[in-house]
């Protein structure tokens, strides 16, 4: 399988909030959040849904997780719970949550990381497959991208500066090529984005 992450960012590249104007996704002050909804058109939600159909495992943060869990996980959804694409693929697939602090989760088919995470994500990897995915959960993302282990990035780029916020790339961090292999816009905005990590980059000197 190879390894995907998927974010919706804004321009300014923030991740938080973008869906939800949750506590957890107000730390920090925070109070842009839900973001991201507004911007999303029946072609964009179309895209998203196929996203998580191609997946055949998912791979979470401890927060990210405990988001999902809370929502797609606890049928909080009602009748389109069980006919929603995405519901569908969270709740019928193999979950895996990298944390060394969350012991007892509630979600079905979830497997808690906490041990050689970068060993046993190489192992998951090497199953057949199409994708392992990973939704949001930017610290992951940071540390999968320095550990060189993400194979394909998604990114959403919303038509929105919000000014405030967690970004999904720190200020100082690994500096990494991209090979861009797809693109798309979308009526109201949304432009998608599709990168491989291709080493680091050239500089003129």
Same mark, same amino acid.
């Given at each position: ?7 919706? @960012? ?5 991740? $938080? ?8 996704? *107000? ?10 909804? %507004? ?11 196929? @996203? ?9 943060? *401890? ?15 009602g009748a389109d719970q069980g006919i929603?694409?995405?519901?569908v693929a969270l709740n019928t697939r193999? +979950? ?29 990897? =090497? +199953? ?10 930017? =610290? ?9 282990? @993400? #194979? ?7 038509? @929105? ?8 790339? %720190?200020?100082?961090?690994? #500096? ?7 693109? *798309?816009?979308? %009526? +109201?905005?949304?432009?998608? $984005?599709?990168? *491989? ?9």
């Amino acid at each position: 399988m190879k390894l995907t992450t998927t974010t919706q @960012v804004s321009v300014d590249g923030v991740m $938080q909030g973008n869906g939800h104007a949750t506590d957890e996704e *107000r730390r920090g002050g925070f109070e842009r959040g839900g973001w991201s909804r %507004p911007l999303f058109d029946n072609e964009a939600m179309t895209f998203v849904e196929q @996203v998580y159909q191609r997946a055949d495992a998912f791979l979470f943060g *401890r927060k990210t997780y405990e988001i999902f869990a809370d929502s797609w996980g606890s049928g909080s959804w009602g009748a389109d719970q069980g006919i929603n694409p995405i519901s569908v693929a969270l709740n019928t697939r193999p +979950k895996y949550v990298a944390s060394t602090t969350l012991t007892d989760p509630q979600w079905a088919d979830t497997t808690v990381l906490s041990n050689d995470v970068a060993a046993t994500i190489g192992e998951l990897k =090497a +199953k057949p497959g199409d994708e392992l995915q990973v939704h949001g959960s930017g =610290a992951l993302t940071r540390w999968l991208l320095e550990s060189e282990l @993400v #194979d394909e990035i998604n990114l959403l780029v919303c038509p @929105v500066v919000l000014g405030q916020g967690t970004r999904l790339f %720190p200020d100082t961090g690994p #500096d990494i090529a991209l090979d861009l292999v797809d693109s *798309r816009t979308f %009526p +109201k905005g949304i432009v998608m $984005q599709v990168y *491989r990590p291709a080493g680091r980059p050239e500089y003129t000197t």
